[in-house]
Nanobody, 128 residues
Framework: EVQVVESGGGSVQAGGSLRLSCAAS??????????MGWFRQAPGKEREGVAG????????AYADSVKGRFTISRDNGNNTLYLQMNNLKPEDTARYYC???????????????????WGQGTQVTVSS
């Protein structure tokens, strides 16, 4: 079984940056075949996909709310997924989750109902 664990969350002021990481362990050979992505969920709101990346890392997708500020990347050799978040805004405050799926949405983002592996999440808090 594969486990995915996020790290890198924290508290920053608006305009600041954070880099989230997602490390996979266990039977990770199959992860190179998966689309990977990041979701976030704020209190009282639905979980939303914010970024997705193809198995080889050549296709990237972003939600409009983060486009131009967030960058997703992956290192298949180290079974690690990243999310570089720049120019953070208070509305980015949420718990961020790493996820893996075999089939993405047409946009390249991931659908919650198709997720095979979820991480436990890491909290990001942005103050104004």
């Amino acid at each position: 079984e594969v486990q995915v664990v996020e790290s890198g969350g924290g508290s920053v002021q608006a305009g600041g940056s954070l880099r989230l990481s997602c490390a996979a362990s266990g039977y990770t050979l199959s992860l190179s075949n998966y689309w990977m992505g990041w979701f976030r969920q704020a209190p009282g709101k639905e979980r939303e996909g914010v970024a997705g990346i193809s198995p080889g890392g050549h296709r990237l997708a972003y939600a409009d709310s983060v486009k131009g500020r967030f960058t997703i990347s992956r290192d298949n050799g180290n079974n690690t997924l990243y999310l570089q978040m720049n120019n953070l805004k208070p509305e980015d405050t949420a718990r961020y989750y790493c996820a893996a799926a075999l089939i993405p949405l047409p946009s390249g983002l991931l659908a919650p109902e198709r997720i095979r592996y979820w991480g436990q999440g890491t909290q990001v808090t942005v103050s104004s």
